[in-house]
């Protein structure tokens, strides 16, 4: 394995610019260790020949001082993101064969910064899920312990990082995709403020809740990926038009008087293991040894968020969905008698269970006589959401709940119940449905020596404040290395 | 409440027929309503008209486009309805092959104007308003294809996305006379500010109407909607047809069945349509792609002080300004480049007075002539100054109305200018005494019997003596030169 892998980012760009070693080397060794690895089926495509052009050019860039901030930086996509001419999935067979005509906004940015693309990373199928445990191209295996789960739904992007197969890596989080995986996988994972980085180009799972974000094995090397996804574009209606500022910023000031709400709600309501509560406990000593304050605040609706997210969620991905019909591109179903017959078996046999269950669930929370039941009650507790942390905001800097209830789970655990397993992400889905961002990061291991995370939750366009409670966590932390 | 009148030509006169009409116009407007690819797609090769957002590549996101907003707001304050400050997005869900989203992006709650009224003719000269109870925005859908290949459909999706206003009416309009009047003014004013062409043949203009029937004093009756009318003649067929079968079904003691009907043109007759063509649930709600659409009072207003004149404010300035009849005044309004061409005839004339004169011409001689050669006035090519010289030729009796028509009809195929035309071939009135005695003394000399007969007593030839005068000139001799002449020759004649 070549030593270059385990240079952080601060290292790498530091080699790049020196001539220690070529763009072309990092890029070789990495996509050398993509196929070390392939076990872990972090990848559902590599793109080695793009990936050495693209080393090729930042190679050309360092020489004549053109380099852009992320040049030469091996980086791993979730196959959420339309990359052009290359093959991008969302995990579903219903777009198998989808070549994409068009770069998504965020992946554009990265490759102006001169981001070389490692390939497109697993995910469950169209973001549905929290195990990247797709019908169409097979789980991800957590590379800490490979008989556990990755988390998901950007386990593929998450395990890259971990298995030392990409230094950076994009995901995306709805309901928390970015963070329970990063918080499996012991690596850091971003949710950033919903409308701070571009949604156009990115496969829909729940429009009003999709969030890119990044992950990285440190906190400045997330906030320096964040420097370069977020920006305003307009072809995104729903896209922030506000500065982004150098997201690094505030790494390192001192935290002393700051203060740090506890949601005493998500106690109860979690279920959390003895482990993860024991956790928690050591993430408040730690901030107070920093000269911070513990306080305890109340959130009373965001005990509602979990049903409140499903039913948003599924209407919106139901909708989203619906112009999967075989009709334009994509998987059509063969020997089809009718139109009816293409749009069943077409529907039938490219959608694996769960997003056909979240299809079910989002028409029926759509449907004439149930619309005022459910999704209108659901944006009315949506809105209550939103009010508690913006009140809660007012007593305290950030929030700090743990990222999930649970180390990593078994593989074979995760195909049960689907009820149990929505249950995995009611200490994330809170800060999508609030509105709000936040940030995991790792902050120890479980008994068996499986990571976990800590969850830092800041108000909407406050993300330099996760990076530096975050950078707090990490540097009080001593974790194991990644790995590999 | 709606108001409703016997019926007319449809039904018989136990019944009223009440229907509201639900008219797609395609919004006049560079692009799409949600993409940057061209709305003029008509007649355009399939699929070149299509961005990829139009064919719902995933990942693609719509982004409003205001002047598509713009253009609803000025139909909005025309019709004197109310702007909604902020209205919502919906989507609409249904499976179509050229519905390539699977779901239409429209307005369902909130539209965007709602409380309007336009004013129509009932019968030959009653007004009668007709409340518009909402204008939503929406999106076209594509085209499906199935004549190109025995075993395979096609879709084009140029269409898809264009912007569409839907204006719906109020159950107030009472026979298909009052339809067609409605949609005529409609379109009129449409054209009038610029936001819909309105050529239902390239389908600018689609119509769906709910028709019921009762007998007077009942409830309504169960509504039946017909779809996808795309001509004028085809609507009033189906609603004349429609009309009576309800009226049938209720006379012979079944009843109307609530469903959607379409018209079949081969047949004269209107049919249900397969329900599986009609969806029950379009899980309509707000598309989270999009933030509500908020609008500025600032902007409405802007474009209030920027609108267009309607045609019913041009018809009073017809009237009150150039003295038109109303009748008249309302044919010249009706197309809105008429209007424009008649007044720019009248800033030509030397005298205002003669305003009447251009209309009379304008609608008799020009319109015939359109008729006749079955062309439509864009494709006419009069200048409006050669119009003008004309009709100053006639007021200033250069020309008789035999001759002037005689000079239209040339300038009607040619284009040219009258003077020419009237030099070229010598049209050009004679009033010289001489050549008028001239053409006198011929035709006495010829018509010696005749003229013998009118010093008997027989005055009504003198009628006669006329017309072969002016036939002898070849029309080209001064009327009035010919009276004063020919009555002092014949005078001379007297024994």
């Known amino acids: 394995m070549s030593p270059l892998l385990k240079l952080s980012l601060d290292q790498v760009l530091i080699g790049l610019q020196s001539k220690a070693f070529s763009a072309t080397e990092l890029t070789q060794s990495y996509l050398d260790q993509i196929q070390r690895t392939r076990g872990h089926n972090a990848y559902i495509t590599v793109t080695t020949e793009r990936a050495l052009q693209d080393a090729k050019r930042s190679d050309a860039r360092w020489s004549n001082g053109t380099a852009g901030p992320l040049e030469g930086i091996p980086i791993a996509v979730k196959d959420a993101y339309c990359t052009q001419n290359i093959l991008t999935t969302a995990a579903s067979k219903m777009l198998h064969n989808f070549i994409p005509p068009y770069e998504s906004h965020v992946t554009q940015n990265l490759a102006q910064a001169g981001a070389v693309l490692l390939g497109k990373t697993n995910l469950d199928e169209f973001c549905m899920g929290s195990t990247t445990t797709p019908v169409h191209t097979g789980p991800t295996l957590n590379p800490w312990d490979v008989s556990c789960t990755a988390g998901g739904s950007s386990g593929g992007s998450a395990a890259a990082i971990a298995n030392g197969s990409a230094l950076l890596a994009l995901g995306t989080d709805t309901g928390g995709s970015v963070r329970q995986p990063a918080a499996f996988c012991g690596v850091v994972g971003v949710k950033p403020s919903y409308g701070r980085c571009s949604r156009w180009g990115v496969v829909a799972f729940a429009s009003s809740l999709d969030t890119p974000g990044p992950f990285a094995r440190s906190v400045k090397d997330a906030a320096l990926l964040l420097n370069v996804m977020a920006g305003y574009d307009k072809k995104d209606a729903t896209s922030l038009n506000h500065p982004v500022p150098d997201f690094t910023r505030r790494i390192g000031q001192s935290l002393v008087g700051k203060k740090i709400g506890i949601p005493k709600e998500w106690f109860e309501n979690a279920q959390m293991d ?147 397993m929505y249950w995995n992400d009611v200490l994330t889905v809170p800060v999508n ?36 409670f975050g950078h707090i966590i990490e540097s009080n932390t001593s974790m194991p290395d990644l790995p590999f | 409440m709606s108001s409703v009148s016997p019926m007319s030509s449809a039904g018989s006169a136990a019944f009223e027929t009440v229907i509201g009409l639900e008219v797609h116009a395609q919004i006049v407007s560079q692009s799409k309503l949600f993409s940057g690819s061209s709305s003029q797609a008509f007649g355009q090769d399939p699929n070149t008209c299509v961005s990829f957002l139009d064919v719902a590549m995933p990942g693609m996101l719509p982004t409003l486009n205001q002047e598509c907003v713009d253009q609803a707001i000025r139909l909005g304050l025309a019709i004197s309805g109310t702007i909604s400050l902020v209205s919502v997005l919906d989507r609409k869900h249904y499976f179509y092959p050229d519905n390539p989203a699977g779901y239409q992006i429209s307005q369902y709650q909130k539209p965007i104007v709602q409380d309007g009224t336009l004013q129509i003719l009932s019968g030959e000269k009653a007004w009668k308003t007709i409340r518009i109870q909402r ?120 009843r109307v069945i609530q469903e959607t009907r379409t018209y079949d043109p081969a047949s004269g007759k209107t049919r249900p349509m397969r329900t599986k063509e009609v969806a029950d649930d379009y899980f309509y709600f707000p598309d989270p792609d999009l933030t509500p659409l908020v609008i500025d009072s600032d902007h409405v207003q802007t474009i209030a002080s920027t609108l267009p004149e309607t045609p ?72 409006p100054e050669n119009m003008a010289a004309l009709i100053q030729a006639v007021a200033n009796k250069k020309l008789s109305n035999l001759l002037a028509k005689e000079v239209f009809g040339i300038m009607f195929e040619t284009g040219e200018h009258p003077e020419k035309i009237m030099e070229q071939r010598g049209l050009v009135q004679v009033s010289n005494q001489e050549d008028v005695q001239q053409w006198i003394c011929t035709v006495l000399n010829r018509e010696n019997d005749n003229v013998a007969a009118y010093l008997s007593g027989k005055d009504k030839l003198f009628a006669f003596f006329v017309g072969q005068v002016m036939k002898e000139s070849k029309g080209k001799a001064n009327p009035q030169a010919i009276q004063a002449l020919l009555a002092e020759s014949l005078e001379k004649l007297r024994p």
């Open chain 1, 274 to 420: 003895p482990e993860i509560l024991d956790l928690w406990k050591k993430g408040q000593e730690l901030f107070e040894k920093n000269g911070c304050e513990i306080v305890h605040v109340s959130l009373p609706y965001s005990s509602y968020a979990l049903p409140c997210y499903y039913i948003l969620a599924c209407a919106e991905a139901a909708s989203n969905l619906q112009r999967y019909d075989g009709v334009k591109y994509g998987f059509r179903a063969k020997n089809i008698e009718n139109l009816e017959d293409m749009y069943c078996q077409t529907r039938g046999q490219g959608f694996g269970p769960e997003v056909k269950r979240r299809i079910l669930l989002g028409t029926y929370v759509l449907s004439h006589g149930y619309y005022d039941a459910y999704y209108n009650k659901a944006q009315k507790v949506r809105h209550m959401i939103q009010h508690d942390f913006r009140q809660v905001f007012q007593q305290v800097d950030v929030l700090l709940p743990p990222t999930t209830p649970t180390p990593a789970f078994a593989l074979k655990a995760s195909v049960s119940d689907p009820v149990a």
């Open chain 2, 312 to 383: 019913w404010a041009k018809h009073a300035r017809f009237v009150q300004v150039y003295g038109l009849s109303e009748y008249d005044a309302d044919l010249l309004v009706e197309d809105m480049d008429v209007s424009y061409f008649f007044e720019q005839v009248v800033s030509f004339l030397s005298e205002p007075a003669w305003a009447k004169l251009t209309a009379n011409w304008i609608l008799g001689e020009l319109f015939a002539a359109l008729n006749r050669t079955n062309t439509s006035f864009s494709d006419a090519h009069i200048h």
């Open chain 2, 135 to 254: 204008i939503h925005i929406e999106q076209d859908a594509g085209k499906s294809m199935h004549d190109q290949d025995p075993l395979t459909s096609y879709v084009d999706f140029n269409r898809a996305g264009v912007g569409l206003m839907e204006i719906v009416s109020h159950p107030d309009l009472s026979s298909p006379e009052e339809v067609i009047d409605y949609i005529k003014r409609l379109r009129c004013l449409m054209r009038y500010l610029g936001v819909c062409h309105g050529d239902m043949e390239k389908g600018q203009l689609r119509v769906d109407a709910n028709v019921s029937v009762r007998r007077p004093g009942e409830d309504l009756g169960t509504r039946v909607e017909l779809k996808n009318m795309n001509s004028l003649r085809f609507l009033h067929s189906a609603l004349n047809y429609e009309i009576n079968r309800q009226i049938g079904e209720i006379e012979h003691g079944g």
């Open chain 1, 433 to 468: 449905v609030g509105n709000v961002c936040a940030i995991s990061v790792p902050a120890g291991l479980s008994n068996t020596g499986l990571p976990l995370g800590l969850q830092l939750i800041a108000p909407s366009l406050a993300e330099d404040r996760l990076f530096q």
